[in-house]
């Protein structure tokens, strides 16, 4: 129970069906946490081959998991047969918590909270998984503001331990307490923020990795050397550019540029070489090469 709600004397909410539209990368890594945590997760995407990839994603990521005896045979087998999949949105109507992680397009994302206000009950919580789009604008797109909230997880979601809950000045409190509570049953450790482009981690993270890939594209160091100094002199877990590949190069421009936009910091103006390449479909791991080559999604770097 959080805080406020034992002020209120109000115990948190359960939630037992959720919902996952996306299941991209992240979606998919959503997914996984809340059916390894015990809930019944329902997926949903635009088409069959979207739905196979997404469920392809979960398999993988739990293979690995079995192979690091993280996970049984048994266990793998419960959480995959706790994930349903489906193409229609409608098929959500049960659930009373349903996340959004599509492509970061306002219009899209607006699109979508549309079709679920009409398909969902008036106590569902509805979140998006945005890095950087306004929770308040796409709020407005639903019958009920008061109940959409951003929660912003962490690649790899299964891995990370931060989500960033994001309200508007309409998110009702109650509402909060219960994401905070739900998040608290996951094993993630959730913060609370206002709704800025970028919130707090991207904020801070976005212009160190934009500063990095500039001073690769100045040639002023190797990108190994790059990404050595900050794991081996600071302790990151990762180099900038190595993390840039992880993220995506296509969902680092769109940040980087939301966010500048926004604020006007030129921190935040993203370095050429990023559209570059992302114009030549160097994306990171996802297509196999970005400032690093992969042999296959989330191998070993093969240079
Ligand atoms: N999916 C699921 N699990 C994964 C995974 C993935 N894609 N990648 C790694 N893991 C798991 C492994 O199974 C392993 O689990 P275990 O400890 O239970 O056995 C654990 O993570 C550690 O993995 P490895 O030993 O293979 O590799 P590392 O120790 O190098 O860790 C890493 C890999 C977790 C990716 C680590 O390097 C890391 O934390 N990097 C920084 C990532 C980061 O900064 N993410 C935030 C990006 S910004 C963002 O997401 C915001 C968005 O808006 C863009």
Redesign the pocket.
């Known amino acids: 129970m959080t805080a406020s709600s034992e002020q209120a004397g109000r115990s948190p909410r359960t939630f037992r069906t959720i919902g996952v539209v996306g299941l991209g990368t992240?979606g998919a890594?959503i997914a996984?946490v809340f059916a390894r945590h015990g809930y019944s997760v329902i997926g949903a995407e635009v088409d069959d081959d979207a739905v196979e990839r997404g469920h392809q994603h979960l398999t993988h990521?739990t293979d690995?998991?079995v192979r690091?005896q993280?996970l049984s045979e048994e266990e793998q087998a419960e959480l995959l047969g706790r994930v349903s999949f489906t193409t229609s949105l409608k098929d959500l109507h049960e659930a009373d918590f349903v996340i959004e992680a599509v492509v970061e397009s306002m219009a899209v994302k607006k699109a979508i909270f549309q079709q679920l206000d009409e398909v969902v009950s008036r106590e569902t919580v509805l979140a998006t998984n945005t890095?950087?789009l306004s929770v308040t604008e796409l709020s407005s797109a639903t019958s009920a503001p008061g109940r959409v909230v951003g929660v912003?997880?962490?690649?790899?979601?299964?891995?990370?331990k931060l989500v960033e809950v994001v309200r508007t000045v309409v998110t009702e409190p109650d509402v909060l307490d219960d994401i905070r509570a739900l998040l608290d049953t996951l094993g993630k450790s959730p913060v609370v923020c206002g709704d800025k482009a970028g919130f707090i981690?991207?904020t801070l993270?976005f212009g160190y990795l934009n500063h990095a890939a500039s001073m690769y594209e100045a040639h002023f160091a190797t990108r190994e050397d790059i990404d050595a100094a900050m794991r081996f002199g600071c302790g990151?877990?990762?180099g900038p550019l190595a993390?840039l590949d992880?993220?995506g190069l296509d969902?680092?421009y769109e940040?980087l540029e939301t966010m500048y936009r926004q604020g006007r910091d030129r921190l935040h103006a993203p370095t050429p070489i990023l559209k570059q390449m992302v114009t030549a479909g160097m994306l990171g791991r996802k297509t196999g090469r970005g400032f690093y080559t992969y042999e296959a999604a989330?191998s070993p770097v093969v240079v």
């Open positions: 992240m890594g996984e990521s690995r998991a690091r993280k890095s950087s912003h997880f962490f690649n790899p979601a299964p891995v990370q981690a991207n993270l990151y877990p990762m993390l992880l993220i969902t680092a940040i989330d």
